[in-house]
């Protein structure tokens, strides 16, 4: 098993910024993807980004590009994402997501272990 635990979330007036983590402990996979998924009320779970095992493939959502950005610390076992120029349809609550092996999925059925997800609010 995986444990997944993201940190970060919050309160933030529109246009500002929030960086949010998760920490993965447990099973080791000798190489993961990593992403990061949101759900807001009433909607789809929809991805916004994911990161190769290596670190050196990066994928978005065509609405957080330019303004999102994930990385992770292979060595920690965490995965980042920084969010600059927060807008209100940015709230929802996010969630990181680990999928065992090298192709770097954006789909959510396509992720093995999920975290509890943290609260991110956009104040207009």
């Known amino acids: 098993q995986v444990q997944l635990v993201e940190s970060g979330g919050g309160l933030v007036q529109a246009g500002g910024f929030l960086r949010l983590s998760c920490a993965a402990s447990?099973?080791?996979?000798?190489?993961?993807?990593m992403g990061w998924f949101r759900q807001a009320p009433g909607k789809e779970r929809e991805f916004v980004a994911a990161i190769s095992w290596s670190g050196g493939s990066t994928y978005y959502a065509e609405s957080v590009k330019g303004r999102f950005t994930i990385s992770r610390n292979s060595a920690k076992n965490t995965v980042y994402l920084q969010m600059n120029s927060l807008k209100p349809e940015d709230t929802a609550v996010y969630y990181c997501?680990?999928?065992?092996?090298?192709?770097?999925?954006?789909?959510?059925?396509?992720?093995?272990?999920w975290g509890q997800g943290t609260q991110v609010t956009v104040s207009s």
């Open positions: 447990g099973r080791a996979f000798s190489r993961y993807t």
């Open positions: 997501a680990v999928r065992a092996g090298t192709y770097t999925a954006t789909g959510s059925y396509e992720y093995d272990y």
